[in-house]
């Protein structure tokens, strides 16, 4: 079974720190994903990444960043946490085979105080 | 601009009372409609794969089918664990992005 391991199920952070918040997946995917989700907004997508170093910016990048130094691993970064962050985020993997589905890691739900 | 539209928005069953969810999509060269099942605290499951109008996929209570502007989703004789929220998403081509809907929160009551 594939495997999508988020670092942390609950952070809390106070404005203006940098947050990390890291994905590891065990199947040798090519592409990483990383999501918001909101109550009533599903899920949107925040940048994904399709191979080692490259990334690209989804549909709401701003205030936000990426990394990935290593095929299984996506790192999101908030580079100065503001209250409107606060949110489930959720990181996925797939592979290049656009018939393949999406694989989620069970969410950090983070809180900005 | 692609649009994925899910209702009800929330949908409250008795248990072995059959019902249906609505996916509509507006998506330019649909390439495939992912349905997944979201626990509370947990990430979303996948579910079925659709690729084209006519097709119907299922498993155990549910049934998944394929029209050229929307998708159901078919639960029959729902039990109490089918409670979840059920996403759907689409998918038109280029690095496998999804565009998914807000979902449906279903209930199933004994």
């Known amino acids: 079974d594939v495997k999508v391991t988020q670092s942390s199920r609950y952070l809390v952070k106070r404005t203006g720190e940098k947050v990390f918040l890291e994905c590891v997946q065990d199947?040798?995917?090519?592409?990483m994903f990383w999501y918001r989700q909101d109550p009533g907004l599903g899920l949107r997508l925040i940048y994904f990444?399709?191979?080692?170093?490259?990334?690209e910016k989804g549909d709401i990048p701003e205030g936000y960043s990426v990394s990935r130094e290593k095929k299984e691993r996506f790192s999101l970064i908030l580079e100065s946490a503001s209250t409107n962050q606060t949110s489930m985020y959720l990181c996925?993997?797939?592979?290049?085979?656009?018939?393949?589905?999406?694989?989620f890691g069970d969410g950090t739900r983070l809180s900005i105080l | 601009e692609d649009q994925v539209t899910q209702s009800p928005e929330a949908l409250r069953l008795q248990e072995g009372e059959s019902s249906s969810l609505n996916c509509s999509y507006t998506?330019?060269?649909?390439?495939?409609l992912f349905w997944y099942r979201q626990d509370p605290g947990k990430g979303p499951e996948f579910l079925f794969t659709?690729?084209?109008a006519g097709e119907e996929k299922e498993k155990e209570r549910l049934k998944a089918t394929l029209t050229k502007k929307e998708s159901f989703l078919h639960i029959t004789a729902p039990k109490p664990e089918d409670s979840a929220t059920y996403l759907c998403?689409?998918?038109?081509?280029?690095?496998?992005?999804?565009?998914f809907g807000a979902g449906t929160r279903l209930a199933v009551h004994p």
């Open positions: 996925a993997s797939s592979s290049w085979d656009s018939n393949q589905p999406q694989h």
């Open positions: 199947m040798d995917h090519e592409n």
């Open positions: 990444s399709y191979d080692v170093k490259m990334k």
């Open positions: 998506v330019s060269g649909l390439r495939g």
């Open positions: 659709l690729y084209s």
């Open positions: 998403a689409a998918y038109s081509g280029g690095y496998n992005k999804l565009i």
